[in-house]
């Protein structure tokens, strides 16, 4: 069974941090992009950042550059996402995807998990 399983949200402060990671299991890890996006209440779902097969690239949203790290642990078959300098626009439920190139098709996503900025 395929399963991605999101942890670290929380309730931080405008300028806090949060790390959040996404544990996988049920595919081999190094086939598949695993990207990260978010969706806020009353907006569409939007794409955050991705980290390529094999780790060979990472991508980032125009909004979060400079602010938010992907990486990975292949050991762990994990996916993390650091996030600094959080804004309140970054208040969202943040889900991991698996597909096989970043921002293209997902093959699962994760249930999410909450992030709330305040000011």
């Known amino acids: 069974e395929v399963q991605l399983v999101e942890s670290g949200g929380g309730l931080v402060q405008a300028g806090g941090s949060l790390n959040l990671s996404c544990a996988t299991s049920g595919f081999i890890f190094g086939d598949y992009a695993i990207g990260w996006f978010r969706q806020a209440p009353g907006k569409e779902r939007e794409r955050v950042s991705c980290i390529s097969r094999n780790d060979e690239s990472t991508f980032y949203e125009d909004s979060v550059k400079g602010r938010f790290t992907i990486s990975s642990d292949n050991a762990k078959n994990t996916v993390y996402l650091q996030m600094r300098s959080l804004k309140p626009e970054d208040t969202a439920v943040y889900y991991c995807?698996?597909?096989?190139?970043?921002?293209?098709?997902?093959?699962?996503w994760g249930q999410g998990t909450q992030v709330t900025v305040t000011s």
């Open positions: 995807a698996a597909g096989d190139f970043c921002f293209d098709y997902v093959n699962y």
